[in-house]
C-alpha cells in the first residue's frame, strides 16, 4: 500500500489481445507492464501514466496429464486454481509462494520461491518450457534446451523480455492432503540457524518467525515450523480433495475471518506489536516439539488466513525488506540488522528466516544462505527514518556482507544497490537481452526504470 500509479489497464483474453496492446503502444508512444493479480510488495507491475496489461483473463488450463504430472497453462491462472485443478489426482505445486492469489506469470517472472528454496529450488526450476511473446509479436519457444539463454533471462527477468503466453510445469506427487507439522522453539537467532542446519536434511519445508523485540541472549528468539509429508494417510481420498483444503470461514467458528483484519488494527503499533509477539512467542515454547497434522493449503498460504490483513496496517502501509546472504556472514549480518533495528527505535513488526540454494537464472536474487524478510509499519511519521535506516542496513551491512536483494518485494533499495548485488556482468547481460528482444523499449515498468533504464 506504499507504492501507486495511474494507468491505462487493458484485459486481453487471448494471444491477439496482446498484440493488439503492444501495436496500439507502439502506435501511441506508450510502453506497457505485463501485470498478474498485484501481490509484489513495490512497483514491479505498475506503469505510471502508461499502459498496464491485465493478464487475469487469460486463465485456462490448456493441458494436464495426470500420470505425469506436466501441465501446461496461461499466464493468468494463479497458484489457487492450479492446486484445485490438480489436487484430487495426487498432485501439488512443488514451490509456492505464501499466497495463493498470484497468478502462474507473474511467479515466473519474479521466480518466487518457497519454504523449500534450499533443496527444491525456485518456481522457475519447476518450469519445463515457456511460450514468450516478444513485442515484435513473435512468439518464442524456450526451455532449458531450446532458446536457453532467452529461458534463463525471461524466468525473473521482471516481464521486461516478453510476455509469458504459456508455461509447463512440472508438479510434485502427494500421497495425502495432509503435512505433518513441528514447530519449535528457539530461544535465539543462533539456535534457529543451528535447527535449520539440522533439520535441513530430512525436512520437507523449513520456515522461521523471529520476535523482533527479543534483545541480548534472546535476540532473534522465535518459532521454527518443520514439515513433513504423510505417508500413512488412510483418508487420503477426503484429504486431497479441494474442499478439504479450503480454510474456515470463521476463526472458532464464531468470528468470521473477513473481519479479522479489524480486529488486528489496534495491535498495529509498537506496544501492541511487542505484546503480540510475547505472547505468540510464550505460547509456542509451551507447546514446542509437537506435531500436528494440517491440509496443505493451511501450512503454505498463511497470508490468506486473514483476507484483506494488511488493511489493518492503515493509515499508512509496509514496506518489506528482504536480504539473502550467504551462509558464512548470515549470522553475523542477521544479528546486526535486529540489533540496529531496535537501535533506531524501528522494531519490524514480522520477521520471517528461511534457507536458499542459488539458482541459474540471469536476475538470480539468492544465494547458497539464508535469508531474512522484515516487515515495517510505514506511517508518515515513521517514514523518513525508515528510509535512513534501511540506507544503513545495505551499504554498512549487507552488501558488505554479499547480500542480495529481492525486486519482486523491493521497494528501498536503490539503483546503484540493487546493481551491486546482482553484479554488473549479470546486469550487463540482462540490459543487451532487452535490447535485442525489446529494441523499441515498449515493456517498461516504475520498477525497471527505477532500477535497470
Known amino acids: 500500500m506504499l507504492a501507486r500509479s495511474m494507468g491505462y489497464v487493458y484485459r486481453p483474453s487471448t494471444i491477439e489481445g496482446i498484440r493488439d496492446v503492444l501495436d496500439l503502444a507502439r502506435r501511441s508512444g506508450h510502453s506497457v507492464v505485463p501485470r498478474g493479480s498485484g501481490f509484489s510488495y513495490g512497483d514491479t507491475s505498475m506503469n505510471s501514466e502508461n499502459i498496464v496489461l491485465d493478464l487475469r483473463r487469460m486463465d485456462r488450463v490448456l493441458e494436464w496429464d495426470p500420470d505425469t504430472g506436466e501441465i501446461q497453462i496461461e499466464p493468468g491462472v494463479s497458484i489457487g486454481q492450479l492446486w484445485r485443478h490438480v489436487l484430487e489426482d ?6 509456492v509462494p505464501g499466497t495463493m492469489y ?6 515466473a517472472s519474479t521466480n518466487v520461491h518457497g519454504k523449500n528454496h534450499w533443496h527444491a529450488g525456485s518456481l522457475g526450476e519447476q518450469i519445463l518450457s515457456a511460450d514468450l511473446l516478444l513485442p515484435s509479436g513473435e512468439i518464442v519457444a524456450c526451455s532449458p534446451r531450446e532458446n536457453q539463454d532467452i529461458y534463463y533471462a525471461a524466468i525473473g527477468g521482471l516481464g521486461m523480455l516478453g510476455v509469458f503466453v504459456s508455461l509447463t510445469f512440472r508438479l510434485e506427487k502427494v500421497r495425502s492432503g495432509l503435512l505433518q507439522i513441528e514447530e519449535r522453539a528457539c530461544s535465539s537467532l543462533g539456535e534457529m540457524f543451528d535447527l535449520f542446519e539440522q533439520e535441513m536434511p530430512s525436512a520437507g519445508h523449513l520456515l522461521g518467525w523471529i520476535d523482533g523485540y527479543g ?6 528468539r522465535g518459532l521454527v515450523q518443520i514439515a513433513r509429508p504423510v505417508e500413512d494417510d488412510r483418508e487420503h481420498e477426503e484429504t486431497l480433495r479441494a474442499e478439504y483444503q479450503d480454510l474456515p470461514d470463521t476463526l472458532l467458528g464464531v468470528v468470521p475471518r473477513a473481519l479479522l483484519w479489524r480486529g488486528m488494527k489496534p495491535l498495529m503499533n509498537d506496544r501492541g506489536m511487542r505484546l503480540l509477539n510475547a505472547t505468540r512467542y510464550t505460547m509456542g515454547a509451551s507447546r514446542s516439539g509437537v506435531t500436528t497434522r494440517v491440509p496443505h493449503a493451511q501450512f503454505h498460504f498463511i497470508l490468506d488466513y486473514v483476507p484483506n490483513w494488511k488493511y489493518a496496517f492503515r493509515p499508512g502501509g509496509i514496506l518489506q525488506y528482504q536480504v539473502f546472504v550467504p551462509e558464512q556472514q548470515a549470522r553475523v549480518a542477521f544479528a546486526a540488522l535486529l540489533e540496529e533495528a531496535q537501535a533506531y527505535d524501528l522494531v519490524p ?3 520471517v528466516f528461511k534457507r536458499h540454494r542459488r539458482d541459474p ?18 506511517t508518515e511519521a515513521r517514514a523518513k527514518r525508515i528510509e535512513e535506516m534501511l540506507g544503513h542496513f545495505t551499504r554498512e551491512i549487507v552488501l558488505p556482507a554479499g547480500g542480495r536483494f529481492y525486486p519482486a518485494k523491493d521497494n528501498a533499495v536503490d539503483r546503484e544497490s540493487l546493481q551491486q548485488s546482482m553484479t554488473t556482468e549479470a546486469v550487463d547481460e540482462y540490459l543487451a537481452m532487452k535490447r535485442r528482444l525489446d529494441p523499441e523499449g515498449i515493456l517498461q515498468s516504475d520498477l525497471y526504470r ?3 533504464a
Do not use: I, M
Open 361 to 378: 537464472f540471469l536476475l538470480n536474487y539468492s544465494v547458497d544462505g539464508y535469508s531474512l524478510a522484515l516487515d515495517f509499519h510505514v
Open 102 to 107: 498470484p497468478t502462474l506469470g507473474g511467479c
Open 349 to 351: 513488526y514480522l520477521a
Open 90 to 95: 495426487g498432485w501439488w505445486p512443488r514451490v
Open 450 to 452: 527505477r532500477v535497470f
Open 215 to 220: 534483545r541480548g541472549a534472546e535476540l532473534g
